[in-house]
């Protein structure tokens, strides 16, 4: 155990006598740990000392007569205010006994104070709370190499991880609890943990995990609520992260329980990477499903995935594609590995053309929203199909993909991309060049002569080719408005009377977008 104040008046050989009745001075005083004995008579030592250290004086800066009751009082308020434990008077040195005043002002002060006799040296004070502190490092050290093998023999057993933790939680009197890569709590040691704790305490604690996985960087988290402190750590690589391990108690851990946590955390790191080696095999085995299912293999991989991991998706199923940094690819495996299992026969997924794509059913989309949510990629979703379709499906997710990225992360469904239709796509592609180039001769013009004949043949199309229409909107004569587009028709070197040329050049205009200037 280490020195309190208590244990120093404890021991006998020493002779110690305090001289501010512990009634008096506020609770838990005298059973405050002392981090050091020092000695000083300066007046005002505080800035060689620390706070929890108890300082010992033979009061040679009280010696004049002239000393008041105020320096006494100055002088037990600098040492309170500065987080000492206790002062010590060593008596029969320069004086008699302690003085009145000096007792008066450290009861004032809250500051226990006591009696160093003559036969008792400063140093055998100092020794004694130094071999209190070697004995509790010792005794630390102890434990900590006592549960560290006892954590290493848990580690042997069948479920290592879980035996792990728990030996954990029942070593260091803490709950432990470890969250997966997506987030989900899988396991917590004692198991009623959060069942005792406020509704809060595990809010906080599953929201600063997530947001740690989130963030993608190896990190650790000290949060101190409802009388606990709880610790988080995150286990992987950077970018590769599977989990969060967190731990709460009534004491903070001393360097002994975080060594003992430090050599858990390594643990279950090989741990989830042993598991991740094998994670990585069934990818491979997945991917050459995928292209399976891709070339009409259903009743195979129907027949390989009811092995592996459940049915395949009921159809109609719909195709996701992912968009994620490579970095990012095992943790969001991970994450989809612990949603298959979770729900057999909604999604299957597997790694293609270096992108994450993903077969659901109906009730296996909101997957999707959470993808997003917890890694910010971006999704594109085809519409639903038979397994027969599937090459034209992952044709549509990846055309919806490819419009996602105009925007923030986020799921982009094929339906919204069809409903606009097709001329309205083009202006999507790389279209937008060739267009601007078959329109070239009309924007020259324009800027050569300051006319608007772009505009013109633009609002001339959106009525039908109706110049009188067309002529009112522009507030210009019809045959004004038919020479205009004559005029247009020599420019493009196109005859504009029939609906294919009219049509094209409606494309081009789609395609070209607005025009630089």
Known sequence: MLPTLRRLLDQSDLGLRLLTPEDRLPPG??????????????????????????LLTT????????????????????????????????????????????????????LPLVEVPYATPFIAVARAAGDMIAEDRYARNTWALSAQRAISLAALRPDGLSATLSELSRQLNHWVALFDASGALTRVFPRDAFARASAASFTLVAAEAATMLRRGQRSSVTVPIGGETLTLQTLGRRDQLRGVLALGGASQLDQAGQGVVTSVIALAGLALEQNNALDRARGHLRSGLWHSLLGGNTDLVARISAEMWGPLPRGPVRVAVVDAPEERQDAITDFLEIRA??????????????RLSLCLDRTGVPVLAELVENFGVRVGLSDATEYSALPSALGQALRALDRSIEGPPGIVEFEVISRHGVLAFLARTDAQEVGRAMLAPITRHDSLHGTDLLGTLRVWLEHNAEYAAAATVLGIHRHTMRSHVGQAEQLLGRDLSSFPARADVWAALLAAGPQPR
């Open 29 to 54: 005083t005298a059973d405050r740990v002392v981090e050091w004995v020092h000695s000083s008579d300066l007046l005002d030592p505080t800035p060689f000392l620390s706070a929890g250290q108890v």
């Open 59 to 110: 009061g040679t800066q009280f010696a004049s007569e002239a000393t008041t009751d105020a320096a006494y009082r100055e002088y037990a308020h600098r040492l309170r205010a500065h987080g000492l434990a206790g002062l010590g008077f060593g008596t029969e040195v320069i004086r008699d006994g302690t003085p009145e005043a000096l007792v008066s002002a450290c009861l004032d002060e809250g």
């Open 341 to 354: 299992e979770e729900q057999p026969g909604r999604l299957f997924f597997a790694l293609h053309d270096g």
